[in-house]
């Protein structure tokens, strides 16, 4: 058996349009998935229904299988999910689970695989987040292309406020998305600058800057009515800024300097 685990996100610092591609900046953090994979002569029934309910790490599984031409393999590896990020929430737990899954079963197979195989994978389930990279980064996360690569903080902390509700990542009309985002481009071309000059020159403040600014801009397409609550609190208890999970209405982390 093999093990491999990868960190999950609390929202995107950044997510938008920049230079009329869609990209984001994914918040990584020290939360995890991991995923355990082996042979096996025999698919239990509990193991089908496993791999029936994660189906995206399922499908990533066969793409990467078949890649290798290790395809004759797929009704002879099972794997389950040992850790887990909570799903719906924004929180990256898809392209961690799949990113986990890819890298215990590179170790089962003895196949290299490189963090860009990983999000080009991913890519072919649904759209994916940065997390797949050791670093922070602009990726374009639907033709899985790294703009820029970007330092990690040091001493960045979230408070994480979930709310009720789900929303899968396969539902969301990115057609209004990309409209909303063009009326706002001044302000995204802003967010993203704040962003990358504050993870390249290590300021803190900056990063919370740009993660209400883009927070802000979410908040016109998907409202949440807690939004201008928590940004009032983070004002009042010196908390860097607002970030929130772009793509659902339910969750948002305030950022506060540890």
Not at 97 to 117: C, F, H, Q, Y
């Amino acid at each position: 058996m093999k093990r491999a685990i990868c960190p999950g996100s609390m929202g995107e610092l950044v997510q938008g349009l920049l230079d009329d591609r869609e990209v984001l900046i994914s918040l990584t953090v020290d939360r995890y998935a991991e995923m355990a994979v082996e042979y096996s002569d025999k698919v239990e029934p509990v193991e089908k229904k496993e791999a029936q309910r994660l189906w995206k790490s399922k499908r990533a599984l066969d793409i990467a299988l078949e890649e290798w031409g290790l395809g004759h393999l797929q009704d002879q590896i099972v794997f389950r999910r040992t850790r887990f990020i909570p799903e719906g929430k924004g929180f990256a737990s898809s392209t961690a689970d799949i990113t986990a899954l890819l890298g215990a079963l590179s170790r089962l197979v003895d196949r290299e695989i490189r963090e860009e195989d990983v999000a080009r994978i991913a890519l072919q389930v649904e759209p994916s987040d940065s997390i797949v990279f050791s670093d922070m980064c602009i990726f374009d996360h639907l033709e899985g292309r790294v703009l820029v690569r970007l330092p990690v903080p040091h001493g960045l902390g979230v408070i994480v406020v979930e709310l009720p509700g789900t929303m899968e990542t396969l539902g969301v009309d990115r057609g209004a998305m990309r409209t909303r985002w063009r009326k706002q481009k001044k302000y995204m071309d802003q967010a993203f600058d704040d962003a990358q000059r504050g993870l390249e020159e290590g300021d803190l403040s900056l990063l919370g800057k740009a993660a209400t600014l883009s927070s802000w801009i979410a908040q016109s397409i998907f409202p949440e009515d807690l939004f201008d609550t928590l940004v009032e609190i983070a004002q009042a208890t010196g908390g860097l800024g607002v970030n929130r999970a772009h793509r659902v209405v339910s969750g948002g982390a305030r950022l506060v300097n540890l």
